[in-house]
Every structure is written in C-alpha cells, then in structure tokens.
C-alpha cells in the first residue's frame, strides 16, 4: 500500500530535492559549496522576506529556540512565554533550564493567547528582555496574535519580540521587518519540503544589538560566530551538506512557484480541509486556526486516536494525534509544504472511510470529500509548466 505523511512535520519531500540530496557528500570548505551556499543564503533571505542575514545552523527546530536564547540572554533575565501548547510550553521550558525568569501567560489549549493577557505580563514585568510567542502552535493548530503582540513589543527598548515560525514560515505572509519581529525562527522539516535537520533563524538590529551583551553560556550555538562566517558562505562547523543541497533546491522549487502563490495554495488547502471535516459533522479543535494544520476534536463516540490509528494501520496514512492535554481526543492533518489539492481530497476520504468503518455514521458518504472539492476547484487552473531549470 502506498505510504502517505501528512502530519505537520516531517513533511514529505519532492523527488527534485530527495535527487539534488543523492548526489556525493562535497567538503564544505571548497569554492564549489560556497557557490552553493551563497544561493542559499540569497534564496532564504527571499523567503523570510529580510534584508537581514538568514542563519543556516544543523539541528533540528529546537537548537534554533536554543541559540536564540543563548546568544540573545543572560541568566535571570525575565522572559515572557505563552503556555497553551506543546511548543510554546517547551519556550518555558528551556527558558527556566538556563536559568531565566520564566513569566508564563496561562491560555487554554484549542485558544489563541490573549493581546491583553500579554499586555498585562508587559505592565507587571517591566524588565522583561524577551517574549516569545509560536506564530502556529503545531500542536493545538492555533494561530497566535503575534502580530499584535509584537505591536506591544515594538515601544520596549530593552525587550526583543522572538517568534516561533516554525510552522508558519512559508505558510503565510511573514516579515519580519513589517510585522516588528526582532527573532524569527524555523525549521527544514515543515514548509521548506526538506528532511528535518536544519533550522534558520534570522535577527533584528534591536537584537543584533542585545547579542553584544548577553552572557549566557554558549559554544556551538553562538549566533554572532555564525554571522561572521556565513557572511563569507561558510559555517562555524561541519554543515549538513546534504541537506543543503536539498535546501537549493527547495528554494528553487518555491521561487517558481511564487510567494504569493504559495500562500494562497496554503490558505486554499486549509480552508478546504476545515470545511471538509466540518462537513461531516466534525469540531474544529482550534477556536483560531492556522494554515499549516487542521486540528479535528474526535467524535466522543469513537476510542481514544481512533482516527489516527485507523489511517496509520488501514491506510498507511500518517496525520497527527493528540499530544499531552489532548493526546487522544483529537487528530491533526497537516497541509504545510509539498501538499496539493488532491492530497487534501484523498486524506479526507480516508478519514471518511476511517470513521464509518469506527462507528461514526452520521454523514452522508463524500459529504467531506464533496464540501472541500467545491473549494479546491479554484485551484484547479492551467499554468505554465517550468521545467527543471526554471525555463518556461
Ligand atoms: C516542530 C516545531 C518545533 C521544533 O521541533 P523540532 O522537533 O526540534 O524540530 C518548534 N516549534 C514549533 C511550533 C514546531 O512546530
């Protein structure tokens, strides 16, 4: 049976970057890698939409959430964190294992975190060096109000707005320059269609600034050696040069595809899927969804991970569970990255099939399939096929 992964990371990767990958390992400290890197460079400062260097370090999306804070804090800053999520519990987290003052601002899982709850740890913590909020919160299928926020954020001198875009990044429109982020972070593993093993982040002068005087302890992670170095397209260590060369093509794969297109194929494929389990008499999980995944509350009829176990074992599916405070109760079907409209069609009618064959009957059969096929027929228009090279 053909094997399929839509959960919200890893996603799947194209053929082009998986063959761009198969070629021999290149020793990074050669012209050859440096061309190659340069392009990278080049290609993600595209995509973050900054005129800042983009930051390529070899982890996975927490190294990233850890060179941040190291480089950018000392022990017993006050840092504001939003709970209300796996990701952004792991920002508190962290934040206490080196030894910050960890403020963290309550909200309930399935919401997105209130302006003014922020606001009011701002007035109670005048000092407060950083507040991080998960632009996506990947495991509630949340969208957070960073944007608003980072409008708090914006009049603080002393404090820098860091934004977990993780599962944003390529999703929707980000700037860190528009949108007043002073930290912006993500992974290869999500929208960049590339295997996990890489993350990137990119900083303000306002944080350039704070990476001065920060005195956290840090040797591998050091933000401001990276800078140095990858100005000149080289690394403080061994890249992952593999996944760099997938990383050139993915940046390719989007350029030809277009930023704004690219969003509107994220905005149409999640709409189609948020309609799609509606139809078939299904909650939302998320009071504020994002773009990258549909969180679905399981019918209280069916086992705990029903769902996901059922496409998992019967349809060689991969989605999402729940996780901590949900685990169980909800499943997530992802659309960040190499996703198409069929792909959506064909999750959709698994879970149909899934769910009839778990007991939950209350739905006309294709009444999912058949809601979201209504959406996703704008999607279907002819355009110019591009080859390999990027030539019409
Ligand atoms: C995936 C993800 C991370 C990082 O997780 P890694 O497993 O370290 O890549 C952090 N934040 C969010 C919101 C994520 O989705």
Known sequence: MKYRLLSPGPTPVPERVLTAMANPIWHHRTPAFEATFQK???GLAWLFQTKQEVLTLSCSGTGAMEAAYQSLLSPGDTVITIAGGKFGERWG???KAFGYNAVIVDCPWG???S???VKTALESHPTAKAVVVCASETSTGVRHPYEAIAGLVKNLPECLMMVDAITALGVWD??????GIDVLITGSQKALMLPPGLAFVTLSDKAWARADVAKSARYYFDLKKERKNQKLNQTSYTPAVSLIEG???????MQEEGLETMFARHARLAHATRVGVQALGLELFAKAPADSVTSVLQPASLKPDAVYKGLMTRANITIAGGQDAVKGKIFRIAHLGYYDDLDIITVLAATEIILRQEGYTSFTPGAGVGAASAILAAGFVAKPKKTMDGAA
């Open 40 to 42: 990278c460079r080049e």
């Open 93 to 95: 987290n962290m934040a």
């Open 111 to 113: 919401e997105a975190i």
């Open 115 to 117: 302006v003014d709850a």
């Open 174 to 179: 980000i700037s860190p320059e528009r949108d």
């Open 247 to 253: 990383l050139f093509e993915s940046l390719k794969m």
